[in-house]
């Protein structure tokens, strides 16, 4: 992608996320870019920032909106590439995703879904992540040729939100089907044909009817899941609507689905390369949650978040104008050697863990965080008492196209008992 506002003034690197190079290592790139332009506007005329301070200190500033599907970049977005309907401008829709939204709006939907949607629930469900842990793993002992992406990076979530949000059994496969559809929201920079997009439209559709009807069974009969906590979650009197509670499933989904299943390949990818590590986490499985950290920083699903100044902001030297497309590049805060000591190295009990970002950081931080962190814990400590050695098969890494989900496309690995 060429950038035609890129001027002389311009610095040597540049941010292209759709470059061949970028997608086989970006890491290089963000190196270059801490070091030469940790403040630098690329493609479409975005602003991307590199550093760790930087990112962190963006990710709570007030100045910087969510809904920045109104911005010129976005614009130009769709004129490079189709997206499904979870993306289009629709700042009149009363249902609209509070992923897209600023406060007031996102904090009231926030509040709710937190009410119903608590680290308590999570801590419920141990049981049902570990049991649906073991059975993919069994499932997958008895495959001559193991995907992690497919045998396990792809119904982990979706059998996980499945509990969430009390999917009867005999429904569990027309869920499945749909549920695939609004993860690819994500992929923000990824081509899509027409045909595909309103094929995608109509899948969103469907499913946000299955939820609908889902919601007038759970209104008859109250269950002990997720859409029945959404319709009784109440603060002071106010609640949400049905179709707030549609959207605030597919949030979810949005945020669960695509991260997890390229977490999970992340993870393996992390553990076949770096045995020693492995070999760290078998003797010490206590280490399971820092090392859901260190992967979410080493090898992060997510790479970037998109923001829209509100206000005029000076960083580094430069000034972002009311309108101004900011990308802050959580990946390459997370690399930063002035926050991580020995950035480049993969370290599952590197002190200070939480302080990685691939989870998000402020008000907008990754509401599946309450989910994913104890299921990769679960999966680790897992992987630790069944295998010795996690071992990749003879085909190669490649990862998916587009930027805003990375992960290998498939990853197929041996499991050394």
Same mark, same amino acid.
């Given at each position: 992608m060429n950038n035609p506002t890129q001027t002389a003034e311009d610095p040597a690197v540049y941010?292209?996320?759709? /470059?061949?190079? *970028?997608?086989? @290592?970006?890491?290089?790139?963000?190196?270059? !870019? =801490?070091?030469?332009?940790?403040?630098?506007?690329g493609a479409m005329g975005a602003w991307f920032v590199t550093r760790y301070a930087d990112v962190a200190t963006l990710l709570r500033d007030g100045r910087l909106g969510k809904e920045f599907t109104q911005s010129s970049f976005f614009d130009e977005l769709e004129a490079v590439t189709l997206q499904p309907r979870f993306l289009e401008r629709a700042p009149e829709d009363p249902d609209k995703p509070f #992923? #897209?939204? @600023?406060?007031?709006?996102h904090t009231?939907?926030?509040? #709710? !879904?937190?009410?119903? *949607? /608590?680290?308590?629930?999570?801590?419920g469900m141990q049981a049902d992540i570990e049991r649906i842990v073991g059975e993919l793993l069994d499932e997958a002992e008895r495959k001559p040729d193991f995907d992690v992406v497919a045998d396990l990076g792809d119904p982990l979530p979706l059998k996980l =939100?499945? /509990? +969430?949000?009390?999917?009867?059994?005999?429904?569990? @496969?027309? &869920?499945?089907? !749909?549920?695939?559809?609004?993860?690819?929201? #994500?992929?923000v920079l990824q081509d899509q044909s027409p045909e595909a997009v309103a094929q995608r439209r109509a899948e969103l559709e469907a499913l946000q009817r299955y939820f609908l009807k889902l919601i007038e069974r759970r209104r008859a009969e109250p269950g002990d899941d997720l859409v029945t906590r959404l319709l009784n979650a109440a603060v002071e009197g106010d609640k949400l609507t049905d179709g707030?509670? %549609?959207?605030?499933?597919?949030? +979810?989904? %949005?945020?669960? &689905?695509g991260a997890t299943k390229c977490f999970a390949a992340n993870a393996f990818l992390m553990f076949a390369r770096y045995p020693d590590q492995y070999d760290r986490l078998r003797e010490h499985?206590? !280490?399971?949650? /820092?090392?859901?950290?260190?992967v979410s920083r080493f090898e992060p699903p997510v790479h970037a978040v998109g923001r829209e100044a509100t206000a005029r902001i000076e960083l580094d030297g430069h000034v972002i104008e009311p309108g101004d497309t900011v990308m802050p590049l959580i990946a390459a805060a997370n690399r930063d050697p002035e926050k991580f000591e020995n950035p480049d190295v993969f370290d599952i009990g590197r002190a200070n863990h939480k302080a990685q970002m691939g989870f998000g950081v402020g008000i907008h931080y990754c509401p599946g965080t309450v989910l994913s962190k104890p299921a990769g814990a679960a999966l680790f400590r897992e992987l630790a008492k069944r295998y010795r050695r996690i071992r990749l098969a003879d085909a190669p890494v490649e990862y998916k196209p587009g930027f805003g989900l990375r992960g290998p496309e498939q990853l197929h690995v041996v499991f050394d008992a």
């Amino acid at each position: 992608m060429n950038n035609p506002t890129q001027t002389a003034e311009d610095p040597a690197v540049y941010f292209d996320p759709l /470059s061949e190079a *970028f997608r086989a @290592d970006p890491f290089e790139l963000y190196r270059r !870019l =801490l070091e030469e332009a940790p403040v630098h506007r690329g493609a479409m005329g975005a602003w991307f920032v590199t550093r760790y301070a930087d990112v962190a200190t963006l990710l709570r500033d007030g100045r910087l909106g969510k809904e920045f599907t109104q911005s010129s970049f976005f614009d130009e977005l769709e004129a490079v590439t189709l997206q499904p309907r979870f993306l289009e401008r629709a700042p009149e829709d009363p249902d609209k995703p509070f #992923l #897209l939204c @600023d406060p007031p709006f996102h904090t009231r939907q926030r509040a #709710l !879904l937190t009410q119903a *949607f /608590s680290p308590a629930v999570a801590r419920g469900m141990q049981a049902d992540i570990e049991r649906i842990v073991g059975e993919l793993l069994d499932e997958a002992e008895r495959k001559p040729d193991f995907d992690v992406v497919a045998d396990l990076g792809d119904p982990l979530p979706l059998k996980l =939100l499945a /509990s +969430l949000f009390g999917v009867p059994a005999e429904e569990y @496969d027309e &869920y499945a089907a !749909l549920a695939t559809t609004p993860a690819g929201a #994500l992929d923000v920079l990824q081509d899509q044909s027409p045909e595909a997009v309103a094929q995608r439209r109509a899948e969103l559709e469907a499913l946000q009817r299955y939820f609908l009807k889902l919601i007038e069974r759970r209104r008859a009969e109250p269950g002990d899941d997720l859409v029945t906590r959404l319709l009784n979650a109440a603060v002071e009197g106010d609640k949400l609507t049905d179709g707030e509670v %549609v959207c605030a499933c597919i949030v +979810l989904i %949005v945020a669960a &689905y695509g991260a997890t299943k390229c977490f999970a390949a992340n993870a393996f990818l992390m553990f076949a390369r770096y045995p020693d590590q492995y070999d760290r986490l078998r003797e010490h499985p206590e !280490l399971a949650e /820092s090392a859901v950290d260190e992967v979410s920083r080493f090898e992060p699903p997510v790479h970037a978040v998109g923001r829209e100044a509100t206000a005029r902001i000076e960083l580094d030297g430069h000034v972002i104008e009311p309108g101004d497309t900011v990308m802050p590049l959580i990946a390459a805060a997370n690399r930063d050697p002035e926050k991580f000591e020995n950035p480049d190295v993969f370290d599952i009990g590197r002190a200070n863990h939480k302080a990685q970002m691939g989870f998000g950081v402020g008000i907008h931080y990754c509401p599946g965080t309450v989910l994913s962190k104890p299921a990769g814990a679960a999966l680790f400590r897992e992987l630790a008492k069944r295998y010795r050695r996690i071992r990749l098969a003879d085909a190669p890494v490649e990862y998916k196209p587009g930027f805003g989900l990375r992960g290998p496309e498939q990853l197929h690995v041996v499991f050394d008992a």
